[in-house]
Antibody, heavy 118, light 108 residues
Framework: QVQLVESGGGVVQPGRSLRLSCAAS????????MHWVRQAPGKGLEWLTV????????FYADSVKGRFTISRDISQNTLYLEMNSLRAEDTAVYYC???????????WGQGTLVTVSS | DIQMTQSPSSLSASVGDRVTITCRASQGINNYLAWYQQRPGKVPKLLIY???TLQSGVPSRFSGTGSGTDFTLTISSLQPEDVATYYC??????????FGPGTKVDIK
């Protein structure tokens, strides 16, 4: 069955970097677009970035453009989010999500909490 | 960028009531709209895509309508398990995949 498992969250100081992973199983990430979405404590959902099924197209929200990078390892069937120059406002639960061919996100990971604090 | 708004921001209704949530896009997005339910402390769940197509396994009391800029999510008969925050999201590939701010639904 389809499963998405995020890891890599934790407490990090402002200005530092962190890499999140999303291990996919039950499907190939080369077949579907994959997204990262975050949710700050007590706030709504914020879309961050997408990588297309062929890996050639990536889009980013303005709030993370130039600081965050989405990538993938096909051999590991794993999605990544490299986060640099972290700020307090990046504190959130980060979710990866599978895009069902432009039919919405049919599967989500359980989320990983990133806390940016000195 | 296209902005997404939702109304109301919260509502309280009785079990069995009909509940309607509105989502509006600042520009036309055809029918590239999804609705998600997020119960307290849980991961979001896809309810509807393409504005009106019910995701497999979602109860039929949920329905969606709209196209262009104005969309609605309706719960025909509110149930206790429907207490959640509901988000719309545009997924027009020409622009960010923006979520609406959410509508919190609880039981009166």
């Amino acid at each position: 069955q389809v499963q998405l498992v995020e890891s890599g969250g934790g407490v990090v100081q402002p200005g530092r970097s962190l890499r999140l992973s999303c291990a996919a199983s039950g499907f190939s990430i080369t077949t579907y677009g994959m997204h990262w979405v975050r949710q700050a404590p007590g706030k709504g959902l914020e879309w961050l970035t997408v990588i297309s099924s062929d890996g050639n197209t990536k889009f980013y929200a303005d709030s993370v453009k130039g600081r965050f990078t989405i990538s993938r390892d096909i051999s590991q069937n794993t999605l990544y989010l490299e986060m640099n120059s972290l700020r307090a406002e990046d504190t959130a639960v980060y979710y990866c999500a599978k895009d069902d061919h432009n039919h919405g996100y049919d599967y989500w990971g359980q989320g990983t909490l990133v806390t940016v604090s000195s | 960028d296209i902005q997404m708004t939702q109304s109301p921001s919260s509502l309280s209704a009785s079990v069995g009531d009909r509940v309607t949530i509105t989502c509006r896009a600042s520009q036309g997005i055809n029918n590239y709209l999804a609705w998600y339910q997020q119960r307290p402390g849980k991961v979001p769940k896809l309810l509807i895509y393409a504005a009106s197509t019910l995701q497999s396994g979602v109860p039929s009391r949920f329905s969606g309508t709209g196209s262009g800029t104005d969309f609605t999510l309706t719960i025909s008969s509110l149930q206790p398990e429907d207490v959640a925050t509901y988000y719309c999201q545009k997924y027009d590939n020409s622009d960010p995949f923006t979520f609406g701010p959410g509508t919190k639904v609880d039981i009166k």
